[in-house]
Every structure is written in C-alpha cells, then in structure tokens.
C-alpha cells in the first residue's frame, strides 16, 4: 500500500468514541498476530467476525472486508494467508484519516 492517506468520513456524533475504536483495532492486530503464532484459528476467527461486524458500524467498511476474510480463513484453516491480511489490517490501520461531518 502507498503512503497515501485514507480519507474516512464518520459522522461528528462519533468523534468522541474514534481514537479509542482505532486503538482497539490496532490492539485487535497485535492479537491476531499472537494467535497466529499460538496457532489459534478459534481467536483468529472470533477476532475476525468482530472486526467484520464493528467496522461497518463506524464507517470502516475496508475494515469489515478484511475481517471476514480473516475470519473465512481461519475458518477453512488456511493459515497461510492470515499473515498477509494482518498486515494489510494494520497498514490499513495506519493511513486512516478520519474527517467528521
């Protein structure tokens, strides 16, 4: 992914509530990496279905995307590919910029 921000727009109503929302994803990411490692497809997935249903919510649809794929990987136990969609999380994580209208 490029260095390139990604603009985000949250209703104002959710200002208060979007830098903890952020923190608890990156934290989510920091997870996912440790059950990986532990090999737990059970955290992996619930963690993914999570993150599938919380993102939309607030406006992060890529969000959402990432987490079903995490969580239909861990599912079908293709363990090769949750590394790649961690790190596409996290980048993804990193060049939000979120505008409130």
């Known amino acids: 992914m490029s260095d390139e921000k990604i603009i985000i727009t949250v209703d ?3 200002e ?21 490692a532990d090999g737990d497809l059970t955290s992996i997935q619930s963690i993914g279905h999570n993150l599938k249903g919380l993102g939309g919510g607030y406006g992060f649809e890529k969000m959402s995307e990432l987490g079903a794929s995490i969580e239909s990987a861990a599912k079908s136990g293709d363990t090769g590919v949750i590394p790649g969609l961690i790190n596409e999380l996290a980048d993804y994580l990193q060049h939000i910029d979120v505008k409130f209208e």
């Not at 208060?16 to 990986?36: M, Q, S, V, W, Y």
Request: proline content about 4%; glycine content about 4%; some cysteine.
């Open 12 to 14: 104002s109503d959710l």
């Open 16 to 36: 208060d509530l979007i830098p903890g929302f952020l923190e608890n994803r990156t934290t989510d990411c920091e997870k996912l990496r440790a059950a990986h």
